[in-house]
């Protein structure tokens, strides 16, 4: 910080600055609580002041005006022998209210100020100004010879004629000028009416209402300038001791709220110095500090942090003080918390910890979730200075949670220092099993949640349905599911219950079995009209059966209810030698039938035989089963126990029509065979016919087997997600498969889908190498011999690697820092600063503890991008950024007016040429012109002691 001489008005008394409405600084008397300043100098002098009544003030506001003039009055000892003003009201032509000599009282003076009319009209200050000197301060107006004399210009608005010429001409005189703008008055067209220095000589405020704060600063100012005049008219010297100012202003020891201010002496005997401060920005209350002459420094306290203080240095002689030594200086902020920790978090409560703060009178807390339903939803703590270590309570589960903790000083806090933290949901339950299902029912059993769990609620859906089932339960943990769908796929939902509310779900899947087909349906007893078919019972609740049967190859179908208890039924009526297909189904409680089961069985011939002729026995087999089934195979088996039979044919086709009748042939001795490669899903007729050794056929027997489905894998499940990676588990479909795929790919934005094989001993995978915060779409293909199954499908997301809670503090015209909420595996970050005026960067890492960063040397009044990336171990995250504009250079004071006013200038026209002349007017000396304008002109002359009248012609000559 560099130290700046400048011009300032010097006097007696310790009197602070004064903040006007532009910014700038004038040394005023307002002193709180202090009473209101009367002159008490010895000295007289001669004061008139001139007040703008033009249409612009308005009545109300010259009623402020009158009291401004009561006040101004006041301050002086009035009287025909000792102080004497006079006053004029201009518009747009002057008139003259009071002269020096009218009133011999302070109180007339007074009731004239209380009773003054408002006049009205146009602001000619200029003609205003010519007035005064002609008419005020003459001998015939009360005007002394020897007595200091003062002018007062009020004025609220620009001249609308030129001032500087009729302003030269009242200093010329000896008069000293202060000038008072109000509301829309030129300054600048104040500093070319006012006596120098201007600090002291012009005032500007910005309303009426406060013309007020000026009237001790005002009325001191003119009281003593009247002692200095009466000095040098009476040929008094106004000090001869040599003076100056101090030199050298050096700020030190800058702190958050105080600095300290050094100079170097002023000459001569300095009985004392004056430091006055205040804060640069508008408004500010100027104070000062006062050190004994001898002192060259003092310690400014009790300041705001972060904050720019003007300054200015007086050396205080015996009878006046010298110009002000200037200079600035900005506190730093406070110091604020560090090692913000947020730690043994709960579902419903967390601890805050922090590094204490020397010198905080405590700390505020403040504390809100994150989600934009509740972030009305703010607490707040304050504790003492001893306190560094907090529990903040009755907080929601699973809710991410902000922690702000201020070190306060007082009333005034420090920058904030925050973090985020998550509580922990409310536990679920743990480890679903699915147990005992059978086409209706299912057992449900799980680990408990929580000693503190109330009870649980079980949801479960069709997996292609849409009206979804619930329960309440007690805390138990097995429930079992009823009146379910056969062959229906079901996701299940568990929740814990507890007084706070409800935990995440323990979610599962499993699917019914179809409902069950009697066993073993076989045909015995045959004969050529007859036939017995007998059956197991395959579960309980079969309330009764349907049987029917028909002749394979067309004919009358008959068809027999028969009762849940009944095992076998004797077909009779049937026609010889024909094949027959039966079929049985069971009906259970709820309405719901079992698929059809089947076996075909040939009633035997009609023969007759000769009494000595013994007939060639033709056995059937027995016991047919088709089982072991798979996606591509079925396994046939049955029973016949001849020594004559060579062979069996075995043929198969499917019942859909699609494929033409296959047969193989098997050895005598074989009783079993692999149907294979067949279609998955398909339902089979398989027929077994006995081959004698003679050639003959046996009587064929037929069954009908399915194959299975392509089964999908069921209950994908999500684990061990991380910025790069997650796992996914499955559970392996009943069949026996080739193996599975595994496809994966973005939800959405870009990248194509990856895809990778398992075999079928594998139902997890770790899937690597994927972005991060970027939720995939997993599925799951079960491959086998015929095909490919129906995915089984599900989402998963990749962590988010990048900072939360972005933003930027201590922005100045040339620097600013950017704090973020540190990630908690971060190994570092790069911190990019970009101006958006010229593309310049500044780039910088820092490791991964660190939160915030500083930058310098910036452009003032710009716009930057800060972009701050996570990188960990080989990787980067999403650069989340924030733009900020540094602070406005300040606005350079204006140039001060030339002391001498320049000569007026005409703007280039036609060439115009004036000529005077005095007509009928003898023995008139000195004729000439003066306050020569663009539209106006004066001319005066030597008045000739005998003349009774002058006529003056003006005539212009405007040249072609």
């Keep these: 910080m560099r130290g700046e001489g400048e011009r300032a008005h010097c006097f007696n008394g310790s009197l602070p600055l004064r903040l006007d409405d532009t910014g700038g600084t004038e040394e005023i008397n307002e002193i709180s609580g202090a009473d209101p300043f009367v002159c008490t100098t010895q000295a007289i002098a001669d004061i008139v002041i001139l007040v703008d009544g033009s249409w612009s003030i308005g009545r109300l506001n010259f009623r402020l005006v009158r009291m401004f003039l009561e006040n101004l009055v006041s301050a002086f000892s009035v009287g025909i022998d000792q102080t004497r003003i006079g006053l004029a009201q201009y518009s747009g032509d002057p008139r003259i209210e009071w002269h020096l000599n009218a009133f011999t009282t302070k109180d007339a003076v007074l009731d004239a100020v209380k009773n003054l009319p408002y006049k009205g009209g146009n602001t000619l200050t ?27 210009l009020i004025t609220d608005g620009k001249s609308q004629d030129d001032v500087i010429p009729p302003a030269q001409s009242l200093r010329d005189a000896g008069i000293e000028l202060f000038a008072i703008g109000v509301k829309n008055a030129d300054e600048n067209e104040l500093r070319a009416i006012a006596s120098e220095p201007d600090n002291t000589h012009v005032y500007n405020v910005a309303d009426f209402s406060i013309m007020s704060s000026i009237i001790e600063g005002l009325t001191q100012i003119v009281c003593e300038r009247v002692e200095e005049q009466d000095k040098e008219i009476k040929g008094e010297s106004a000090g001869q001791e040599t003076q100056g100012a101090p030199q050298d202003l050096v700020t030190s020891e800058v702190a958050a709220r105080s600095f300290r201010v050094s100079w170097s002496h002023a000459p001569g005997s300095v009985e004392k110095y004056r430091v006055v401060f205040y804060p640069a920005t508008q408004g500010g209350r100027p104070e000062e500090a006062v050190v004994d002459g001898t002192e060259n420094s003092v310690v400014l306290r009790y300041l705001n942090s972060l904050t720019e203080y003007q300054l200015a240095v007086f050396a205080v002689y015996t009878s006046s003080a010298s110009e002000a030594l200037r200079g600035s200086e900005t506190t730093l902020a406070l110091p604020m918390v560090n090692g913000l920790e947020l730690y043994d978090v709960t579902h419903n409560t967390m601890r805050a910890r922090w590094s204490g703060v020397q010198g905080v009178s405590g700390y505020m807390v403040l504390y809100a979730p994150l989600t934009k339903d509740q972030a009305s939803d703010e607490k707040e703590m304050k504790v003492s200075d001893a306190v560094t270590d907090l529990q903040l309570e009755d907080l929601t589960p699973a809710t991410e949670y902000t922690v702000t903790v201020y070190a306060m000083y007082g009333e005034e806090a420090s920058d904030p220092m925050s973090s985020q933290q998550t509580t922990l949901p409310l536990s679920p339950p ?102 017995l078919v007998s059956w197991g019972h395959s579960a309980p609740g079969i309330i009764l059966y349907k049987l029917t049967w028909a002749p394979y190859d067309g004919g009358d179908t008959k068809e ?37 089961v089947l076996v075909v069985e040939t009633t035997l011939a009609r023969t007759t035989t000769v009494a000595t002729t013994t007939p060639v026995v033709r056995q059937a087999v027995r016991g ?224 991964g503890s660190a939160s915030r960063q500083c930058f310098y040397d910036l452009t003032p009044n710009s716009q930057y ?42 703007p280039p026209a036609k060439e115009v040429h004036l000529y005077f002349s005095t007509l009928s007017v003898p023995g008139v000396t000195n004729l000439n012109t003066y306050q020569v304008m663009m539209s106006s002109m004066c001319v005066q002359w030597q008045p000739h002691r005998q003349a009774d009248l002058y006529r003056v012609v003006i005539e212009s000559l405007l040249s072609e």
């Design 865 to 906: 991008k800060i972009s701050v990336s996570t990188q960990l171990q080989d990787m980067e995250g999403p650069a989340v950024t924030t733009i900020t504009t540094t602070l406005p250079a300040p606005t350079q004071p204006p140039t001060p007016p030339p002391t001498s006013p320049p000569l007026p200038t005409i």
């Design 560 to 596: 027999m209810a028969l009762s849940g208890d009944v095992d076998s039924f004797l077909l009779s009526g049937l026609s010889p030698n024909t094949e027959y297909e039966v079929m049985l189904q069971a009906v259970f409680k709820d309405q719901s039938e079992s698929d059809a």
């Design 430 to 531: 743990k480890n679903l099993v699915f147990s005992e299902v059978d086409h209706n029912s299912a057992k449900l059993s799980w680990e408990a949640a929580s000693r503190k769990v109330t009870g649980y609620r079980i949801m479960y859906v069709k997996t292609d349905g849409l009206k979804t089932d619930e329960v309440d339960v007690g805390p138990v943990t097995s429930w079992t599911l009823n009146d379910l769908t056969s062959a229906t796929e079901y996701e299940v939902a568990i929740f814990g219950i507890y007084d706070e509310g409800q935990s995440e779900a323990l979610s599962g899947s499993f699917t019914t079995d179809p409902v069950p087909e009697p066993l073993d349906l076989q045909a015995s007893e045959v004969t050529a009209e007859s036939f």
């Design 126 to 152: 200029g003609l205003a100004l010519t007035y005064i000197l002609e008419n005020s301060f003459k001998p015939e107006s009360g005007a002394r010879s020897g007595v200091p004399k003062v002018g007062i």
């Design 624 to 847: 047919l089963q088709v089982q072991e089934e798979t996606t591509y195979s079925l396994e046939v088996s049955w029973q016949l126990e001849d020594p004559k039979v060579d062979q069996y044919r075995v043929t198969y086709v499917s019942l859909t029509g699609d494929r033409n009748e296959e047969s193989v042939l098997v050895p005598g001795q074989q009783t079993t065979v692999l149907l294979q490669p067949l279609l998955s899903d398909t339902e089979h007729k398989v027929t077994v016919t006995p081959v004698y050794t003679d050639g003959q056929d046996g009587i064929s027997v037929s069954s009908v087997g399915r194959t299975l489905p392509l089964s999908a894998p069921s209950n994908l499940r999500v684990s061990e997600e991380w910025f790069s990676r997650f796992r996914i588990t499955w559970d392996t479909p009943p069949s026996p498969t080739l193996g599975f795929r595994v496809v994966y790919q973005p939800t959405s934005g870009p990248g194509s889908a990856l895809e990778t094989f398992v075999g079928d001993d594998v139902n997890t995978m770790l899937i690597l190498n994927l972005q991060s915060d970027t939720e995939y779409t997993v599925k799951v293909i079960s491959s086998y011999t015929t095909g490919s199954s129906q995915p089984l499908q599900g989402t998963a997301k990749t962590l988010y690697l990048g900072v939360t809670n972005l933003n930027t503090y201590q922005v100045m015209m040339s620097s600013m820092c950017v704090q973020w909420q540190p990630h908690r595996q971060a190994d570092l970050y790069r911190v990019v600063i970009e101006s958006l005026l010229n593309g310049q960067k500044q780039e910088v890492s820092v490791g």
